[in-house]
């Protein structure tokens, strides 16, 4: 159990480096954008570099502590450590540095510790070998077996598997995953690779600037990311700002720049400000037949039509505006298409709608055939919060580019328009790209799922 | 005869050998300190060391005279409490030599320091290692060419030192007459045969010395490094 508070003012580049980390019995990573200091924390841990102030407490042992003016030298930390470089000694064999950190042993029980590792790190057969006649991978697998020879409490890595080729650090990670498993390590591992965290460790600390901005469950960094430098950070592309409209019991509404969505409970109340994000593979592309009929009627024209909540809660129908209905006797929950104000246009609202009846649209010059409105900040709600239903919205593609095994699409939700101005940015399995038949400049239906979005408030 | 004409060499090789130990002993501590450690007043320092090889040997001789000369306050304490004086004795010449040839010692063996990949030293610290024992397995296996490099330097200069040495230790036949002095007074003499067999000496030990210090500098570049 490693439970890490320090300190420490850097001058270039000029801002202070906060860390609080605690580690049980488990792998930590340490998630980061370059130049965030993420190694120093790992050297101020092992006593490499001394910190300005704090307290590092290990398996109960003080390691630092500012206050009480202790600091262990690097010697007496029980604390291994592996380099971004492997720092293995060029001058001695892989069979000495493994053993380096254990010479004073007894001959017998060091040597057989040696022949452990060496087994258990594949490299039987390089006992004598010269680390300059290694190659990358298994100069990593010395440098890891050399840090462990000791039997430390801690394992700090700094990006060990940064230095590799593709093939040799997938396979490399996983051989790592299953040794941490199989022998308990505790370890504390700085990457700036999120796939690497998220398979080597539970939890997972995202350092951004100097500070753990966030320090959660792998879950919870990738789907509830506490502030933008972390969605970013781990790919949660559509970040949006927004401003909370309505609280009803499970769902809530979410009014953003282009478009508004029905988001899940959250604390915050209305009028607060947020922001909300989707991740690109969760947003659902919709068949057609699957779109609900008044969705898509009404989303021919650029329309402002108003969701509706279905029982249990009560049927609330909201205005074209941003105030909310007082809900009316006998009034059913339904759809009502309103007209949508343009410059120039009548501004009379349509007819009032009585319970269940259709409307017929006004036939307003907007998409597919005309322009859409040149609404300042209209937005296009297009939703029905019916569970399974809601927020779908018609897309129009206008990018689209390939993965490695999906696609990811540019759509814009309010009609064609530049590229560069995309509204949501979508990854898709390659089956489900070509089993829609897409195209840039073709329409689909999409839904953003209530579940996987994310509403936070950030924090200045 | 033939040992008069000796006598000469076999100095030299005494002082330049005493004088590169002397400068060993002090040069490599204050080498490993100044690549390592940052500490107020170090760039001073460093030029205080460095003086030797920039000022004249005369006037290197003429500063040492002042410190351990007889009327100084060291060659006086030296001369009353100990019976020794040390000017115009063979250990002058060794101080000398010593001080002359410490900064190129100096400047080589701290070069090498920081040669060895600072990594490698914090690698050796977290595998439970102290100070001392970091040192030598770690930083002195990896720097030794470079300090092999500059202590032959050192020698050389320790051999081949004319001006500090007449200063303090002067030109005394058979005590204080080092090989460059000799040849110097066999010149002056006319004694032509005298000084051609002692150029000759020192040549064909310069020329050895060459090969040697380039053997080592080859090595350098390989892969250990």
């Given at each position: 159990m490693l439970q890490v508070e320090v300190v420490k003012k850097l001058t270039a580049p000029d801002f202070a480096v906060q860390v609080f980390l605690e580690v049980g019995n488990e792998v930590v990573s340490i998630l980061g954008p370059s130049g965030s200091v993420k190694s120093l924390t790992l050297r101020l841990i092992a006593g490499i570099l001394r910190p300005d102030a704090g307290r590092i407490v290990l398996d109960g042992r003080v390691l630092y502590d500012s206050q009480q003016g202790i600091d262990l030298p690097s010697r007496q930390r029980r604390i291994g450590f592996v380099f971004q470089n492997y720092a293995l000694f060029p001058h001695l064999t892989v069979e000495e540095n493994i053993s380096y950190g254990i010479r004073h042993w007894p001959g017998a029980r060091r040597r057989a510790r040696v022949q452990e590792l060496i087994k258990l790190m594949r490299l039987?057969?390089?006992?004598?070998?010269?680390?300059?006649?290694?190659?990358?991978?298994?100069?990593?697998?010395?440098?890891?077996a050399r840090a462990l020879a000791p039997q430390p409490d801690l394992l700090l890595l700094d990006e060990p598997f940064s230095a590799l080729d593709n093939r040799v650090r997938e396979r490399l990670v996983q051989e790592f995953a299953q040794?941490?498993?199989?022998?308990?390590?505790?370890?504390?591992?700085?990457?700036?690779?999120?796939?690497?965290?998220?398979?080597?460790?539970s939890r997972i600390a995202v350092m951004e600037g100097g500070q753990v901005r966030q320090f959660g469950s792998r879950a919870d960094i990738l789907r509830r990311p506490c502030c933008r430098a972390v969605a970013r950070f781990t790919g949660a592309r559509n970040i949006f700002d927004g401003e909370v409209l309505k609280k009803e019991g499970a769902y809530s509404l979410i009014r953003g720049e282009r478009f508004s969505v029905v988001a899940p409970a959250i604390t915050f109340a209305p009028g607060e400000k947020v922001a909300f994000a989707i991740r690109p593979e969760d947003v659902i592309l919709m068949k057609e037949e699957e779109v609900p009929d008044k969705i898509r009627e009404a989303a021919r024209p650029p329309d402002l039509?108003?969701?509706?909540?279905?029982?249990?809660?009560?049927?609330?129908?909201?205005?074209?505006?941003?105030?909310?209905?007082?809900?009316?006797?006998?009034?059913?929950?339904?759809?009502?298409?309103?007209?949508?104000?343009?410059?120039?246009?009548?501004?009379?609202?349509?007819?009032?709608?009585?319970?269940?009846?259709?409307?017929?649209?006004?036939?307003?010059?907007?998409?597919p055939g005309g322009g859409w409105p040149a609404g300042d900040g209209a937005t296009a709600w297009n939703q029905l919060a019916t569970p399974g239903l809601e927020n779908i919205f018609l897309a129009t593609l206008l990018e689209e580019r390939s993965g490695t095994g999906n696609n990811i699409l540019f759509v814009s939700l309010s009609g064609p328009k530049k590229p560069a101005d995309y509204d949501l940015e979508l990854v898709v399995p390659r089956n489900i790209y070509r089993f829609f038949d897409l195209a840039p400049g073709k329409t689909f239906w999409l839904r953003l799922p209530p579940e996987s979005i994310w509403v936070w408030r950030e924090d200045g | 005869m033939e040992r008069i004409e000796l006598f000469?060499?076999?100095?030299?090789?005494?002082?330049?050998?005493?004088a590169t130990l002397l400068s060993l002993g002090l040069g490599l501590p204050l080498a490993w300190v100044l690549a390592k450690r940052n500490w107020p007043g170090k760039d001073w320092v460093d030029a205080v060391f460095t003086l030797p090889m920039v000022l004249p040997p005369t006037v290197l001789g003429y500063y040492l005279l002042v410190v351990i000369g007889r009327r100084s306050p060291l060659g006086a304490f030296l001369e009353e409490k100990l019976g020794v004086t040390l000017v115009f004795t063979w250990p002058a010449a060794v101080l000398a030599a010593a001080v002359v040839s410490l900064p190129l010692l100096v400047k080589s063996a701290r070069a090498a320091f920081e040669g060895v990949d600072p990594n490698l030293e914090d690698a050796a610290r977290t595998l439970g290692q102290g100070e001392l024992t970091v040192f030598f397995t770690v930083s002195l296996p990896l720097a030794w060419?470079?300090?092999?490099?500059?202590?032959?330097?050192?020698?050389?200069?320790?051999?081949?030192?004319?001006?500090?040495?007449?200063?303090?230790?002067?030109?005394?036949?058979?005590?204080?007459q080092t090989m460059p002095i000799a040849i110097y007074d066999a010149v002056l003499a006319g004694n032509l045969t005298l000084a051609n067999t002692l150029v000759i000496i020192i040549t064909l030990l310069a020329l050895v010395t060459l090969g040697v210090l380039n053997r080592l500098n080859r090595r350098v570049f390989d892969l250990h490094r």
């Open positions: 039987a057969g390089l006992e004598r070998e010269y680390p300059a006649r290694l190659s990358g991978g298994q100069q990593q697998r010395v440098a890891v040794l941490s498993r199989e022998l308990g390590i505790t370890a504390l591992l700085v990457t700036h690779n999120l796939e690497e965290a998220y398979t080597l460790s039509i108003r969701p509706a909540l279905t029982p249990p809660l009560v049927p609330h129908a909201w205005t074209a505006g941003d105030t909310v209905d007082q809900p009316r006797s006998g009034q059913k929950a339904g759809v009502i298409p309103r007209p949508v104000k343009e410059a120039g246009q009548d501004n009379q609202p349509g007819p009032t709608p009585t319970a269940g009846e259709a409307v017929e649209s006004p036939n307003i010059a907007g998409w | 000469p060499l076999y100095l030299s090789l005494k002082v330049s050998f005493l060419r470079g300090i092999a490099a500059g202590t032959i330097l050192a020698w050389a200069r320790a051999l081949g030192d004319f001006g500090a040495t007449l200063m303090v230790a002067g030109n005394i036949p058979g005590q204080t």
